[in-house]
Protein backbone atom coordinates (compact mmCIF):
# COMPACT_ATOMS: atom_id res chain seq x y z
CA UNK A 1 0.00 0.00 0.00
CA UNK A 2 1.07 3.54 -0.55
CA UNK A 3 1.47 5.97 2.02
CA UNK A 4 1.43 8.79 -0.06
CA UNK A 5 0.17 9.93 -3.52
CA UNK A 6 1.33 13.35 -4.94
CA UNK A 7 -0.51 15.32 -7.75
CA UNK A 8 0.31 18.31 -9.54
CA UNK A 9 2.74 19.93 -12.32
CA UNK A 10 6.33 19.25 -12.66
CA UNK A 11 8.89 21.69 -14.70
CA UNK A 12 12.11 21.55 -15.22
CA UNK A 13 13.77 24.19 -13.31
CA UNK A 14 16.47 26.44 -14.97
CA UNK A 15 18.35 28.02 -11.77
CA UNK A 16 20.37 31.00 -12.25
CA UNK A 17 24.72 30.57 -12.17
CA UNK A 18 24.72 34.21 -10.77
CA UNK A 19 22.71 36.85 -8.85
CA UNK A 20 21.45 39.52 -10.69
CA UNK A 21 18.27 40.55 -13.10
CA UNK A 22 16.74 37.76 -15.75
CA UNK A 23 17.80 39.49 -18.49
CA UNK A 24 21.33 39.86 -17.47
CA UNK A 25 21.77 35.94 -16.02
CA UNK A 26 23.68 33.82 -19.25
CA UNK A 27 23.33 30.48 -18.45
CA UNK A 28 21.49 28.09 -16.04
CA UNK A 29 21.70 24.85 -14.72
CA UNK A 30 18.87 22.50 -15.16
CA UNK A 31 17.20 21.31 -12.29
CA UNK A 32 13.64 19.93 -11.50
CA UNK A 33 10.70 21.82 -9.53
CA UNK A 34 6.84 21.50 -8.82
CA UNK A 35 5.82 21.68 -5.68
CA UNK A 36 4.21 18.09 -5.04
CA UNK A 37 6.99 16.14 -6.94
CA UNK A 38 9.29 18.01 -4.37
CA UNK A 39 6.88 16.40 -1.11
CA UNK A 40 6.95 13.12 -3.12
CA UNK A 41 11.22 13.24 -4.00
CA UNK A 42 11.52 14.16 -0.40
CA UNK A 43 9.03 11.64 1.00
CA UNK A 44 10.41 8.93 -0.75
CA UNK A 45 13.65 9.47 0.07
CA UNK A 46 12.88 9.03 3.86
CA UNK A 47 11.65 5.62 2.88
CA UNK A 48 8.08 6.11 3.11
CA UNK A 49 6.12 5.01 -0.44
CA UNK A 50 5.15 7.34 -2.79
CA UNK A 51 3.33 7.37 -6.14
CA UNK A 52 3.31 10.94 -8.17
CA UNK A 53 0.29 11.47 -10.40
CA UNK A 54 0.87 13.76 -13.22
CA UNK A 55 1.04 14.32 -17.25
CA UNK A 56 4.02 15.27 -18.91
CA UNK A 57 4.78 15.57 -22.92
CA UNK A 58 6.90 13.26 -24.93
CA UNK A 59 9.76 15.41 -25.19
CA UNK A 60 13.26 15.29 -23.45
CA UNK A 61 12.02 17.37 -20.66
CA UNK A 62 9.08 15.42 -20.00
CA UNK A 63 12.00 11.77 -19.92
CA UNK A 64 13.88 13.99 -17.45
CA UNK A 65 11.50 14.57 -14.78
CA UNK A 66 9.84 10.90 -14.99
CA UNK A 67 13.62 9.29 -14.77
CA UNK A 68 14.54 12.19 -12.28
CA UNK A 69 11.35 11.68 -9.91
CA UNK A 70 11.59 7.78 -10.20
CA UNK A 71 14.99 7.73 -9.05
CA UNK A 72 14.36 9.31 -6.08
CA UNK A 73 12.58 6.35 -5.29
CA UNK A 74 8.87 7.85 -6.59
CA UNK A 75 5.99 5.43 -8.14
CA UNK A 76 6.12 7.18 -11.75
CA UNK A 77 4.07 4.62 -13.81
CA UNK A 78 0.74 6.52 -13.74
CA UNK A 79 2.57 9.72 -15.14
CA UNK A 80 1.09 10.24 -18.65
CA UNK A 81 2.71 11.27 -21.52
CA UNK A 82 1.08 13.61 -23.81
CA UNK A 83 2.00 13.45 -27.41
CA UNK A 84 0.39 16.77 -28.42
CA UNK A 85 1.84 19.21 -25.40
CA UNK A 86 5.08 20.14 -23.95
CA UNK A 87 6.51 19.76 -20.55
CA UNK A 88 6.90 22.71 -18.82
CA UNK A 89 9.62 24.68 -17.78
CA UNK A 90 10.57 27.82 -16.06
CA UNK A 91 13.41 29.91 -15.10
CA UNK A 92 13.93 32.21 -11.87
CA UNK A 93 16.22 34.41 -10.42
CA UNK A 94 18.44 34.04 -7.40
CA UNK A 95 16.83 37.20 -5.43
CA UNK A 96 15.18 36.11 -2.29
CA UNK A 97 11.35 34.89 -3.17
CA UNK A 98 8.54 37.68 -2.17
CA UNK A 99 10.95 40.64 -3.04
CA UNK A 100 10.68 42.84 -6.16
CA UNK A 101 13.75 41.42 -7.15
CA UNK A 102 13.29 37.80 -7.33
CA UNK A 103 11.80 36.96 -10.91
CA UNK A 104 10.04 33.68 -12.65
CA UNK A 105 9.53 33.35 -15.71
CA UNK A 106 6.78 30.31 -16.34
CA UNK A 107 6.69 28.12 -20.25
CA UNK A 108 3.51 26.48 -19.12
CA UNK A 109 0.78 27.75 -20.43
CA UNK A 110 -1.02 24.62 -22.61
CA UNK A 111 1.35 22.29 -20.82
CA UNK A 112 0.67 18.59 -20.71
CA UNK A 113 0.09 18.87 -17.00
CA UNK A 114 -2.64 21.54 -17.69
CA UNK A 115 -5.01 18.63 -19.78
CA UNK A 116 -5.11 17.01 -16.34
CA UNK A 117 -9.03 16.92 -15.17
CA UNK A 118 -11.33 14.56 -14.13
CA UNK A 119 -11.67 12.80 -17.27
CA UNK A 120 -8.26 12.36 -18.05
CA UNK A 121 -6.98 11.30 -14.47
CA UNK A 122 -7.04 7.93 -13.27
CA UNK A 123 -8.85 8.74 -10.38
CA UNK A 124 -8.24 5.43 -8.32
CA UNK A 125 -4.83 5.92 -8.78
CA UNK A 126 -4.71 9.51 -7.11
CA UNK A 127 -6.84 7.75 -4.48
CA UNK A 128 -4.93 4.78 -3.43
CA UNK A 129 -2.50 6.03 -0.35
CA UNK A 130 -2.98 7.16 3.33
CA UNK A 131 -2.60 10.75 2.40
CA UNK A 132 -3.20 12.37 -1.47
CA UNK A 133 -1.30 15.48 -1.30
CA UNK A 134 -2.51 18.36 -3.20
CA UNK A 135 -1.92 22.27 -3.96
CA UNK A 136 -3.42 25.00 -4.92
CA UNK A 137 -0.81 25.49 -7.97
CA UNK A 138 -2.63 22.99 -9.87
CA UNK A 139 -5.99 24.74 -9.83
CA UNK A 140 -4.53 27.84 -11.13
CA UNK A 141 -3.36 25.37 -14.68
CA UNK A 142 -6.67 25.21 -15.75
CA UNK A 143 -10.63 24.77 -15.55
CA UNK A 144 -9.74 20.67 -15.74
CA UNK A 145 -7.54 20.79 -13.73
CA UNK A 146 -9.49 23.08 -10.87
CA UNK A 147 -12.27 20.59 -11.57
CA UNK A 148 -9.67 17.84 -10.66
CA UNK A 149 -9.06 19.43 -7.66
CA UNK A 150 -12.76 19.49 -6.69
CA UNK A 151 -13.34 15.82 -7.53
CA UNK A 152 -10.29 14.55 -5.30
CA UNK A 153 -11.58 16.71 -2.63
CA UNK A 154 -15.02 15.83 -2.95
CA UNK A 155 -16.28 13.44 0.33
CA UNK A 156 -16.93 10.36 -0.67
CA UNK A 157 -16.59 6.78 -0.18
CA UNK A 158 -12.69 5.61 -0.18
CA UNK A 159 -11.58 8.98 -0.47
CA UNK A 160 -7.83 9.34 1.14
CA UNK A 161 -6.75 11.99 3.76
CA UNK A 162 -5.86 15.32 1.95
CA UNK A 163 -3.42 17.43 2.64
CA UNK A 164 -3.68 20.72 0.70
CA UNK A 165 -0.58 23.60 0.81
CA UNK A 166 -2.18 26.39 -0.19
CA UNK A 167 0.41 27.64 -2.58
CA UNK A 168 -1.18 30.90 -3.94
CA UNK A 169 0.99 31.54 -6.63
CA UNK A 170 -1.00 35.38 -7.82
CA UNK A 171 1.19 35.24 -10.97
CA UNK A 172 -0.12 32.23 -12.43
CA UNK A 173 -4.02 32.85 -11.95
CA UNK A 174 -5.47 34.16 -15.06
CA UNK A 175 -8.83 34.88 -13.45
CA UNK A 176 -9.26 36.78 -9.97
CA UNK A 177 -11.32 33.44 -9.27
CA UNK A 178 -8.17 32.21 -7.56
CA UNK A 179 -8.74 33.28 -3.44
CA UNK A 180 -12.15 32.03 -3.85
CA UNK A 181 -10.99 28.51 -4.90
CA UNK A 182 -8.31 28.45 -2.55
CA UNK A 183 -9.98 28.82 0.22
CA UNK A 184 -12.95 26.05 -1.09
CA UNK A 185 -10.57 23.34 -1.39
CA UNK A 186 -9.05 24.15 2.04
CA UNK A 187 -11.91 24.01 3.18
CA UNK A 188 -12.85 20.76 1.51
CA UNK A 189 -9.44 19.19 3.13
CA UNK A 190 -8.23 17.13 6.51
CA UNK A 191 -5.11 18.98 6.70
CA UNK A 192 -4.05 21.99 5.13
CA UNK A 193 -0.84 24.39 5.19
CA UNK A 194 -0.86 28.07 4.86
CA UNK A 195 1.50 30.81 5.20
CA UNK A 196 0.10 33.51 7.30
CA UNK A 197 1.49 36.12 4.92
CA UNK A 198 -0.72 34.26 2.23
CA UNK A 199 -3.79 33.80 3.92
CA UNK A 200 -4.13 37.85 4.28
CA UNK A 201 -2.91 38.21 0.32
CA UNK A 202 -4.94 35.59 -0.87
CA UNK A 203 -8.49 36.39 1.83
CA UNK A 204 -7.26 39.76 3.39
CA UNK A 205 -7.33 37.90 6.62
CA UNK A 206 -5.46 39.41 9.49
CA UNK A 207 -4.95 39.02 13.27
CA UNK A 208 -2.96 35.48 13.08
CA UNK A 209 -3.59 31.72 13.44
CA UNK A 210 -7.20 31.84 15.41
CA UNK A 211 -8.38 34.35 12.22
CA UNK A 212 -6.97 32.21 10.03
CA UNK A 213 -8.89 29.33 11.81
CA UNK A 214 -12.21 30.78 12.22
CA UNK A 215 -11.94 31.14 8.33
CA UNK A 216 -11.42 27.62 7.84
CA UNK A 217 -12.92 25.85 10.23
CA UNK A 218 -13.29 22.37 8.69
CA UNK A 219 -10.17 20.61 8.17
CA UNK A 220 -9.02 18.54 11.13
CA UNK A 221 -5.52 20.19 11.40
CA UNK A 222 -4.56 23.74 9.90
CA UNK A 223 -0.93 24.19 10.13
CA UNK A 224 -0.33 28.58 9.64
CA UNK A 225 3.53 29.48 9.06
CA UNK A 226 5.23 32.64 9.79
CA UNK A 227 7.75 32.10 7.87
CA UNK A 228 11.26 32.75 9.38
CA UNK A 229 9.11 33.08 13.15
CA UNK A 230 7.71 29.52 13.05
CA UNK A 231 4.83 27.40 12.78
CA UNK A 232 1.52 26.57 14.91
CA UNK A 233 -0.61 23.64 14.20
CA UNK A 234 -4.20 24.14 15.22
CA UNK A 235 -5.69 20.57 15.89
CA UNK A 236 -10.09 20.75 15.49
CA UNK A 237 -10.17 19.89 19.34
CA UNK A 238 -6.90 20.30 20.44
CA UNK A 239 -4.73 23.28 21.62
CA UNK A 240 -2.72 24.68 19.31
CA UNK A 241 0.67 24.18 19.36
CA UNK A 242 3.81 26.77 18.37
CA UNK A 243 7.36 25.23 17.55
CA UNK A 244 9.88 28.41 16.43
CA UNK A 245 11.85 27.74 12.95
CA UNK A 246 15.59 27.24 12.79
CA UNK A 247 18.15 29.60 11.98
CA UNK A 248 19.77 29.41 8.66
CA UNK A 249 21.64 31.01 6.43
CA UNK A 250 19.31 30.99 3.41
CA UNK A 251 20.16 30.16 -0.17
CA UNK A 252 17.44 30.11 -1.17
CA UNK A 253 13.64 30.29 0.23
CA UNK A 254 12.03 27.94 -3.37
CA UNK A 255 10.77 24.49 -2.31
CA UNK A 256 11.10 25.47 1.62
CA UNK A 257 7.29 25.09 2.15
CA UNK A 258 7.25 22.13 0.38
CA UNK A 259 9.90 20.21 2.72
CA UNK A 260 8.10 21.57 5.31
CA UNK A 261 4.89 20.19 4.27
CA UNK A 262 7.00 16.83 3.76
CA UNK A 263 8.70 17.11 7.02
CA UNK A 264 5.06 17.34 8.69
CA UNK A 265 3.66 14.78 6.57
CA UNK A 266 6.41 12.44 7.23
CA UNK A 267 6.16 12.77 11.20
CA UNK A 268 2.56 12.44 10.57
CA UNK A 269 3.04 9.36 8.74
CA UNK A 270 4.65 8.01 12.28
CA UNK A 271 2.65 9.19 14.32
CA UNK A 272 4.21 11.20 16.11
CA UNK A 273 3.08 14.16 18.31
CA UNK A 274 2.16 18.05 17.05
CA UNK A 275 5.65 19.23 18.34
CA UNK A 276 7.28 16.87 16.76
CA UNK A 277 5.63 17.47 13.30
CA UNK A 278 6.08 21.02 13.23
CA UNK A 279 9.76 20.43 14.20
CA UNK A 280 10.15 17.81 11.51
CA UNK A 281 8.92 20.11 9.60
CA UNK A 282 11.34 22.96 10.22
CA UNK A 283 14.31 20.40 10.14
CA UNK A 284 13.52 19.57 6.29
CA UNK A 285 12.29 23.42 5.33
CA UNK A 286 15.87 23.97 6.68
CA UNK A 287 17.56 21.65 4.06
CA UNK A 288 15.80 23.23 1.12
CA UNK A 289 16.54 26.67 2.60
CA UNK A 290 20.10 25.37 2.44
CA UNK A 291 19.93 24.25 -1.07
CA UNK A 292 19.97 26.63 -4.21
CA UNK A 293 17.35 24.51 -6.28
CA UNK A 294 13.69 23.53 -5.34
CA UNK A 295 14.60 20.03 -4.20
CA UNK A 296 16.46 19.13 -1.65
CA UNK A 297 17.43 15.57 0.16
CA UNK A 298 15.63 14.99 3.65
CA UNK A 299 17.77 15.23 7.36
CA UNK A 300 18.36 11.28 7.65
CA UNK A 301 15.92 10.06 9.94
CA UNK A 302 18.39 9.33 12.70
CA UNK A 303 19.83 12.68 12.64
CA UNK A 304 16.35 14.76 12.99
CA UNK A 305 14.92 12.70 15.35
CA UNK A 306 18.02 13.64 17.56
CA UNK A 307 17.31 17.47 16.06
CA UNK A 308 13.51 16.88 17.18
CA UNK A 309 14.01 15.46 20.74
CA UNK A 310 17.06 18.66 21.61
CA UNK A 311 14.56 21.12 23.55
CA UNK A 312 12.69 17.89 24.58
CA UNK A 313 15.49 16.74 27.24
O1 LIG B 1 7.31 25.40 -4.08
C1 LIG B 1 8.26 25.36 -5.09
C2 LIG B 1 7.55 25.42 -6.38
O2 LIG B 1 6.94 26.67 -6.50
C3 LIG B 1 8.46 25.25 -7.53
O3 LIG B 1 9.16 24.02 -7.44
C4 LIG B 1 7.78 25.37 -8.85
O4 LIG B 1 5.75 24.17 -8.58
C5 LIG B 1 6.30 25.21 -8.84
C6 LIG B 1 5.47 26.38 -9.16
O5 LIG B 1 4.43 26.16 -9.75
O6 LIG B 1 5.82 27.49 -8.83
Known amino acids: ALDVVALGESMVTFLPTRPGRLADVPSFDRAIGGAESNVACMLAAAGHRVRWVSRVGTD ?26 PTGVYFRTAGERGTDAHEVAYYRAGSAASAMSPATVDLAAARAGRVLHLSGITAALSDGCRELLHALTAPGPGRPLVSFDVNHRPGLWRSPAGPGVLLELARAADLVFVGEDEAEQAWGVTGGPRAIRALLPEPATLVVKHGERGATVLPDAAPATSVPALHVDVTATTG ?38 DLAAPPSRAHADRLAAVDDA
Open 256 to 293: AGDAFAAGFLHATLRGLPPHARLRHGHLWAAAALTTPG
Open 60 to 85: GFGDHLVETIGAHGVDVTRVQRDPDR
